[in-house]
């Protein structure tokens, strides 16, 4: 996609967000209300669940936050945006939009359906900036590691099992026939191992989101390998997906979204 680097490799993919092309644009238009809404339930009504309907929704829960849960949920709707492009194996089956309130959602930040409908992966997605003291390299590496230990705790947690009624709840909204089926099959197993203090194979997608001029610094091949060979030596996952966007402007993705209510 134009204005958009990208450096695969079997574990880990790096993303250098330079420029809002076209291609970008056209694509958050004909794909947003399914992020935000989940595939089923736009498909039922797409007048309803439009694309400048979604776009004003979003804003209404955007404006109001604070600029550190601004980032987070703008780097959070990046990678929505992103991952299905990157990741053809893994089908989405999370919702970004909070269904109940305008707060941020509350569970699981990513959830996908593997390719051998067998496998259930969990994703989680941190924001931050680069400080100027600081490299892209050490913040994304500082946010993949702060988004590995908090999904290993959320995975862990046989007290607050309520994420796992939510990312059902999701399937109903993003996924059909066969495919529904089997993510809530396999997410039923998961949750009810966990009740009874069991340990699952963890899937994970690790993301984070770094914000800052390109012309500072840049993530690099040798500071994804770390983070990788980090996150590997662990034994908090099973298999693990690491997804890192940098984004020099953030605020121009937002910006172009607010551009549609303005039209």
């Known amino acids: 996609m134009e204005g958009i680097d990208v450096e695969v490799t079997e574990s880990a993919t790096l993303v250098i967000v330079r420029a809002i092309s076209e291609d970008f644009r056209a694509h958050v238009r004909g794909r947003l209300a399914e992020y935000c809404y989940g595939a089923v339930t ?62 941020i959602k509350k569970g699981f930040d990513l959830t996908f359906l593997g390719s051998s409908d067998t496998a259930f992966w969990y994703g989680e997605v941190k924001s931050g900036e680069v400080s100027a003291s600081s490299s892209a390299d050490e913040k994304a590496a500082s946010l993949i590691e702060i988004a590995a230990s908090s999904l290993a705790s959320m995975l862990d947690d046989a007290h607050h099992l309520s994420r796992w009624d939510a990312a059902l709840n999701d399937t ?12 809530r099959e396999l997410l039923r197993s998961d949750s009810e191992t966990v009740r009874q203090g069991g340990a699952i194979r963890k899937r994970a997608v690790l993301a984070g989101a770094v914000m800052h001029e390109l012309d500072h610094c840049e993530v690099t091949n040798e500071g994804m390998q770390q983070i990788l060979d980090s996150i590997s030596t662990g034994e908090d996952f099973a298999d693990v997906r690491i997804l890192v966007i940098q984004q020099d402007a953030l605020e121009a993705v937002v910006e172009h979204l607010r551009e549609v209510t303005i039209a």
């Open 42 to 103: 736009v498909s039922e009504d797409l007048n309803f669940y439009s694309f400048e309907k979604t776009v004003a929704e979003f804003l209404r829960r955007y404006d109001p936050k604070p600029r550190t849960t601004q980032l987070g949920m703008a780097g959070e709707l990046i990678v929505h945006v992103l991952m299905p492009l990157l990741h053809a194996e893994l089908t989405s089956a999370a919702v970004y939009f909070n269904k109940e309130e305008r707060s």
């Open 172 to 183: 109903r909204l993003t996924l059909e026939g066969g495919y529904a089926s089997t993510a």
